[in-house]
């Protein structure tokens, strides 16, 4: 899927060295579909080169208000109408500075002044030395942008260019890239909080063995991303995968099913959205050997026995929050067959109002997935997607049945 299919960015480009970023952001943007028209400031021109940029864009760059390439003498106008948003990356405290006051006497202020403000989003991604982004004249002017109906992406922290170490950096290309493409979301889910499980559980046999799964928390972690693109405080507890965690999410990792259960009834207590995609180990081992289990010449090998983990799904829907419909529980059936039949059982068995049903030898591990959703109305087949896609969806169906707000 690509995020950002038939979208065309206005990309400005301040003067400041995170210009190096913007070449790389350009090229993610296109990748993810958008066309992406390029506008630098003079100031922009001194660190990355206009070549540079048509290259990566594949159009040739606009810098002066002066351009004699529009029909009409009017790219201001022109290029502003065109886009679907206008990212400003990096963007200088003085063209923030300019924007506030509506100064308009260099092309890309110009177009920011001249877009229709109801329909053309402008996000700011700020790039500056940390003095200069704390300094009360940076703070006040942004406030006054977002009162002005811009979106101000963050920044990052750590070593600047500068040589100091602090708050301003410019985002990376790949952060800023999911925060604007969560800006482009409708937000379903504002207000709400969302608790999510991903991954497999690891159930210790001894200091260095466990029994897992091939779950790789994809879906779960999708979901979360989907939940916080559409507006949601995402809290998603996660068993042990190697995945980055969503921007904006907050996460919780830990190793067992017992662990996980009590992650969850702590977050379970504010949550509003409930959705299960952890693979929980059904079992665990009765014992855990504090030493490691040595391998003894001739001696048969360790019996193992097992004890049944705790159901954390089952656990929440049957607490009193679900019961009172303040917490609305999804969960996930991962079957090796017979999927509708089972995942019907699994719903009415868990307790849940909605369950999605998959085959999960077919979806471990995948960026794609087949699901089916069930519920009291009946079953529906989601067609073939990217996870990111499904989640999105299932994200909207979520919404839709949530009755009080
Ligand atoms: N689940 C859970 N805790 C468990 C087991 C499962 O929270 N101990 C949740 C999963 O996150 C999923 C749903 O319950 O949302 C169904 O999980 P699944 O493994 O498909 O089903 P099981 O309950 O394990 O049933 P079975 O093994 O019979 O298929």
């Given at each position: 899927m690509s995020d950002l299919q038939g979208k065309h960015l206005v990309l400005g480009l301040t003067g400041g060295i995170a210009c190096y970023k913007a070449a790389e952001l350009c090229r993610a943007f296109v990748k993810e579909g958008a066309t992406v028209q390029v506008v630098m400031t003079e100031a922009a021109e001194r660190f990355i080169t206009p070549v540079t940029m048509q290259a990566l864009s594949g159009r040739p760059v606009y810098t002066s208000q002066?351009?004699?390439?529009?029909s009409n003498g009017m790219p201001h106008i022109n290029l502003s109408r065109e886009a679907d948003a206008i990212v400003i990356a990096p963007c200088s405290a003085d063209f923030m500075a300019r924007l506030v006051q509506g100064?308009?006497?260099?092309l890309l202020s110009l177009l920011c002044l001249a877009r229709p403000i109801d329909r053309v989003p402008l996000l700011l991604a700020p790039a500056m030395n940390r003095e200069m982004w704390a300094h009360p004249a940076t703070q006040r002017n942004m406030a006054q942008l977002v009162q002005d109906g811009t979106t101000i992406l963050g920044v990052g922290s750590g070593f600047q260019a500068c040589g100091e170490t602090g708050d301003g950096r410019m985002l990376g290309p790949h952060e800023l890239l999911e925060d604007i493409v969560a800006s482009m979301?409708?937000?379903?889910?504002?207000g709400r909080r969302v608790l999510v499980t991903a991954g497999p559980t690891f159930e210790a046999i001894d200091p260095v063995r466990g029994i897992t799964n091939h779950s790789s928390g994809k879906m779960g972690f999708a979901v979360a991303r989907a939940a916080r693109e559409a507006g949601a405080d995402v809290v998603l507890v996660a068993g042990p995968v190697a995945l980055a965690t969503p921007r904006g999410v907050r996460r919780i990792d830990v190793q067992s099913a017992r662990e996980m259960l009590d992650a969850v009834q702590a977050e379970a207590m504010q949550a509003d959205v409930f959705v299960a995609t952890a693979a929980v180990a059904d079992w665990r081992p009765a014992s855990f050997s504090a030493d490691k289990i040595k391998k003894a010449e001739g001696a048969a090998p360790p019996a193992l026995a097992f004890v049944e983990n705790p159901d954390i799904l089952q656990a929440v829907a049957q607490g009193e929050r679900a019961r009172a419909g303040r917490l609305f529980c999804v969960g996930f059936a991962a079957e090796s067959g017979d999927l509708l039949a089972n995942a019907q059982a699994k719903r009415a068995r868990k307790g849940v109002p909605l369950l999605v049903g998959n085959i999960g030898p077919a979806a471990f591990g995948q960026d794609h997935n087949e699901v089916l959703l069930v519920d009291a109305q009946g079953t529906w087949q989601l067609p073939r997607a990217s996870k990111r896609a499904l989640a999105r969806t299932l994200v909207a169906e979520i919404a839709g049945r949530l009755t009080n707000p």
């Open positions: 002066w351009d004699a390439r529009e100064r308009a006497d260099e979301q409708p937000k379903l889910l504002r």
